[in-house]
């Protein structure tokens, strides 16, 4: 079962940013894409879609190693 969850990410501001943040979330075990619209110097949205749910604490901390920080909702 694949599950889809958009986050918000803000201080991504080009593709490099797309690529950092990209590669830190496809390194989570269970992801199988991610797909980010880019909002420069914004709050850019992330949809992650993974074989089940995802732990907000996992995500966050993969955002944060790319350098960027997940916006609460």
Do not use: I, K, Q
């Not at 943040?21 to 914004?42: K, N």
């Amino acid at each position: 079962m694949s599950v889809a969850t958009t986050y918000l990410v803000s201080g991504m501001t080009c593709s490099h940013c797309v690529m950092s943040v990209t590669e830190e979330l496809t390194a989570l075990g269970s992801v199988e894409s991610v797909a980010v619209d880019l909002d420069a110097g914004g709050t850019s949205s992330v949809t992650v879609a993974s074989d089940g749910p995802l732990d907000d604490d996992v995500v966050r901390a993969a955002v944060e190693e790319a350098g960027y920080a997940l916006v609460d909702a």
